[in-house]
């Protein structure tokens, strides 16, 4: 069985003043994979980019350093470079819709106005990626613009909670290309399932 995603895109944006930030979630995913270490980053393909062999087959990794709303012009240089199709590209990114540290994945679906997804589908011509959803959740104060929401750090709290929050992510990037969606999906988004039924049962009472 081979892996379910040859390319893997951790989305954020590029420069030391947004490190931290909520956008660049998918970034630092990427750089605290189980084998972060062995990674060899290179600047290739408007990004840094470096390889690593699982299950005897070579995926590719990927940060565009082009800001978030041009992200479709790194990842259609590197897929097209390996002639991988939107099927076989897993992009991680920043969830306003889940609660922090929450972890969900699904193939397909619109931008959600999320301007890295946006341009990914414009460049690919296709929504039918699999997608990493990191959870952020939205701004507690209703003042609070979700731009700017997106382009802060961490509160301290949080950041307390990043190397557990990390490591899981981490090794749900590995499981789901090891085992495929449906297992990944089955271990990590059983949480949001199990919200979303709770709620449902809620209103019939």
């Known amino acids: 069985m081979s892996v379910s995603a040859k390319l893997v895109v951790g989305l954020g944006n590029p420069g030391t003043k947004y490190q931290g930030t909520r956008h660049n979630f998918g970034e630092m995913v990427l750089q605290n994979l189980p084998f972060a270490r062995e990674l060899s980053w290179q600047k290739k393909y408007k990004g840094f980019y470096a390889s690593y062999s699982l299950k005897g087959e070579k995926v ?36 306003l819709d889940l609660p922090f540290g929450r972890i969900a994945f699904k193939r397909g679906g619109g931008a959600a106005g999320h301007n890295g997804l946006r341009s990914i589908i414009e460049h690919l011509g296709s929504p039918d990626f699999i997608r990493m959803r990191l959870g952020i959740s939205r701004p507690v104060h209703a003042n609070f613009e979700v731009s700017n929401w997106v382009l802060s750090k961490f509160s301290l709290e949080e950041a307390a909670e990043m190397e557990d929050i990390l490591k899981k992510c981490g090794e749900a990037v590995v499981c789901l290309l ?17 919200n979303e039924k709770a709620k449902a049962k809620a209103k019939e009472n």
């Open 60 to 95: 590719h990794f990927l940060y565009p350093q082009t800001y978030m709303n041009l992200s479709g012009e790194s990842v259609i240089a590197a897929a097209s470079f390996f002639s991988i199709k939107p099927t076989e590209i897993l992009v991680l990114h920043d969830e």
């Open 178 to 194: 090891q085992e495929g969606i449906s297992k990944a999906s089955s271990l990590y988004n059983r949480k949001e399932k199990e």
